[in-house]
């Protein structure tokens, strides 16, 4: 997913400000999971959501105003009920690597309790 790095995004230096990658992140693995078939939106409507439970973001380099940048996600792990996804963030230019990440999801339902993960989403994890 491609990302255009604008004026909001940027603190007083003209550089990403941290927090926003994980704003990108969280575009980029709704994208990755509608490139596949599955909705996030219609997975909450079946009663799964699935908050952030842990962050692991390393910066390399900074993200500048203007800046193209490319999101790539991928899978790490599986669980029952959670999963890690990947992330890196990628100055589109030259290809450097800016941001990566380890993000971890739970599948919570109502009263935010770990349920187990639908089995589209299992098998769309797994690439069945």
């Not at 926003?20 to 959501?49: D, K, M, P, Q, W």
């Not at 959670?82 to 290809?95: K, M």
Request: aromatic share 8%; net charge neutral.
């Amino acid at each position: 997913m491609e990302i255009r790095v604008y004026y909001e995004d940027t603190d007083v230096g003209g550089v990403v400000y941290h927090a926003n990658y994980l704003h990108y992140f969280e575009r980029a693995r709704t994208e990755f999971f509608r490139r596949r078939g599955l909705s996030v939106r219609e997975l909450h409507e079946r009663g799964c959501i699935f908050p952030v439970v842990r962050a692991e973001v390393d910066f390399r380099a900074p993200a500048r105003h203007d800046d193209l940048l490319r999101v790539e996600t991928e899978v790490l792990e599986v669980g029952k009920s959670s999963f890690v996804l990947g992330q890196q963030v990628i100055r589109a230019v030259d290809d450097m690597l800016l941001v990566a990440g380890a993000i971890k999801l739970v599948c919570v339902g109502p009263g935010m309790k770990a349920k187990r993960l639908p089995a589209d989403l299992l098998e769309t994890l797994r690439g069945e």
